[in-house]
């Protein structure tokens, strides 16, 4: 199975259709039908449309099939709304959609069903109601008024017939006893004078003791004897009988004893047939009325269990169409959810019989096919850049040169670790902000950038970061983006040991050339006025001690120019150190000893944090270098007014810091000046007045040769509110600079120990003119 395979089985519990499901889709069709057709069954039954006759059993049979297939729809229905309930609950994908497309069904379901139950029961009631209105009412009974009308009449005529029959009947007694024959004539001309097809003499137990000859082939019978106990002779009994469609009378005769005569005429069958049809319409007129109330009742029933089956069976269906419909859509909510969460394996099952859903579907899927096609293009295109970017980080971070990145609008965007330690910042300090505001040294290069025409601007700027000044060579390039602004790389090259190196190499030839032009004059100055002062001393009478004095003016200050001249020659000639392991307390307390007797009215005092403090180093250089500052501090303490001064104090502290020994010179001198203190530290560069400005050069140089440096700092720094300066001389144990792979600045190469060509002709020119003077002078 494949990841795509494996993520679409897992995407949604929906997409997997259990055996219980496949059951519970078959059981919602099976119910919806055996709804319908029950509700059709009853329709057709209780309408008389079916030979099945609508009785009391059978409506109640098909009442309760009917109450059974809703009761189960019911259950379907209550299920499925409590399945959609919880799954808006859990919060399942398209679970408001599913009610609202539910709501929506179920609505166009009910809102129908209601509108017809009270639109029927309206007309029903009205129909009813004017069923049995009182105009109906009267119509029905003026009907059979009309229809009995006709037999009634016919009973008034027989009436009047039989009683004028009987009255002849009765004055012919004798002739019925006499002549039978006679009196049957006179029966049957009487009977049909009348108009009467039937006429019959008989006894009280109905027996027919004559009967009149009318020739009529209808048979009349004979009423039962029970009736004839109630006849009498004065009013005859009519009795109608449309069962045999004639009407019959009977009465008593006077002269006869117990003798009933029995006459009958026929009635008009057509007539007979509305009288009954009329009778019938009226009783059942009358049933119905009675029964009104139960009418609706059963009526209200039929339609309601009919009405609520197909109501039940809409819903249902309304339910299913939206699980039909909410399905794929679901499917495809939730492989959204998860795409959102950066899966883009998901694919959604695909149903032809869902119609354009499943073009969604296949859409749907070729889509995250694309877009995972893409995102692995583009993660492959990330891991490129990614591994770019990381080498080009790499190679910043590791150049020795400063490297910052600035985009259109002037803000820095790239800042490498060279860059931060030249410019005294760190990259989170200055990410985003203006490089007018974090390097302003660069503005003027910066506006010429921007104005000229060059892609490269080049030049030195020099800049002061936590008292110290640095040289800096600058080059600014332009890059042409798609913006409407340029975008700058800014190299910074830290020039300022180059720069100390090259004045110091171009010092140290001019110590040279001055060491040569003027030592080869002094000494034939010296040895000539020494030549003098002996040759003349003793001949000279007059102003003898003027002339002793200018003799030993001259020698002093050839004295003093050798002097100065040697040390521009110390300057020039920088001996290589020799390293040795030594100890920078016994150093240091020697020559604290030293000056201190130099300068007994100066405190002068060695604390040293750690002995011993072993370290690789030149005794003699070092102790060189520390004299040179503790003899500068003195000269500073001198510098200072009388009335200000106190006591002279030089504090001189050894201590070491992680793989450096630290030595600090602190006193209450004069102080440093403020501005350009760290051109103190170039040759030539000095305060006092008698000062050649080598002093803290040649320090410079002998920390540098050590793996260190000198600091130059205020007194105030280290103790808030003293006066003076606080020299720090600094240097590696091991006696040389820690290795580094980032690349040196060039520096000039420093003279050879050997001496130059021009000292070896200074030697020799001094030896020339030393045996000159001898020889001139008689020496």
Known sequence: MTSAETSAASLDPSFAEPKSWFLRRLLAPFAVGVALLSAFLTFVVLTGMTPVEPTRVVVLSFILINAATILLLLAIISREVWVVLQARRRGRAAARLHIQIVSLFSGFAVLPAMLVAIIANVTIDRGLDRLFSGPMRAAIENSLTIARAYTYEHAQLIQGDILGMANDISRARPLFDQDRVSFRDLLTASAAARNLPGAMLIDKDCNIMETAQTGVQQAFTPPPPEFLRNVNEAEPEISVLPETNYVAAVIRLRAFSDTFLYVARPLDPR???????????????????????????????????????????????????????????????????????????????????????????????????????????????????????????????SASAGIIGLDASGSVGILNRSAEKLIGHAESETLGRPLSDVLPELDDMMKTAREGTQRLVQGQITILRDGHERNLSVRVSAEQTSQSGDSYIITLDDITELVSAQRTSAWADVARRIAHEIKNPLTPIQLSAERIRRKFGKVIIEDKAIFEQCTDTIVRQVDDIRRMVDEFSRFARMPKPVIEGEDVADTVRQAVFLMRVGHPDIDIEAEIKQEPMRAQFDRRL??????????????????????????????????????????????????????????????????????????????????????????????????????????????????????????????????????????????????????????????
């Open 271 to 397: 007539v007979v047939a509305q009288l009954k049809q009329t009778e019938a319409s009226v009783a059942e007129y009358a049933e119905i009325e009675s029964r009104r109330l139960g009418i609706q009742v059963n009526f209200a029933l039929m339609f309601g269990v009919i009405a609520l089956s197909i109501l039940m069976a809409s819903v249902l269906i309304g339910l299913n169409f939206a699980n039909w419909l909410v399905a794929p859509i679901r499917r495809l909510m939730s492989a959204a959810n998860i795409v959102s969460t950066g899966d883009l394996h998901v694919q959604v099952p695909v149903h032809r019989s869902e119609g354009d859903l499943a073009q969604l579907g296949e859409t749907f899927n070729k889509m995250t096919q694309e877009l995972l096609i893409q995102r692995d293009e583009l993660v492959s295109a990330s891991d490129l850049i990614d591994s770019r970017r990381r080498f080009i980080e790499a190679v910043l971070s």
């Open 622 to 779: 070092i102790s060189q270098a520390l004299t040179n500052i503790i003899k500068n501090a003195a000269e500073a303490i001198e510098g200072v007014p009388v009335e200000e001064l106190g006591k002279g104090r030089i504090d001189v502290i050894a201590a070491r810091d992680n793989d450096d020994i630290v030595i600090d010179v602190i006193d209450n001198g004069v102080g440093l000046p403020k501005v350009s203190r760290a051109r103190l530290l170039e040759p030539y560069v000095t305060t006092r007045e008698k000062g050649t400005g080598l002093g803290l050069a040649i320090v410079g140089r002998v920390l540098e040769d050590h793996g260190g440096r000198i600091e130059l700092n205020d007194a105030a720094d280290i103790r808030p509110g003293a006066r003076g300066a606080w020299m720090r001389l600094r240097f590696a144990i091991s006696g040389h600079a820690p290795k580094v792979e980032a690349k040196e600045p060039i520096r000039e190469p420093a003279p050879e120990t050997k001496p130059p060509a021009s000292e070896t002709a200074e030697a020799a020119d001094a030896t020339d003119n030393e045996t000159k003077i001898k020889a001139a002078t008689g020496g």
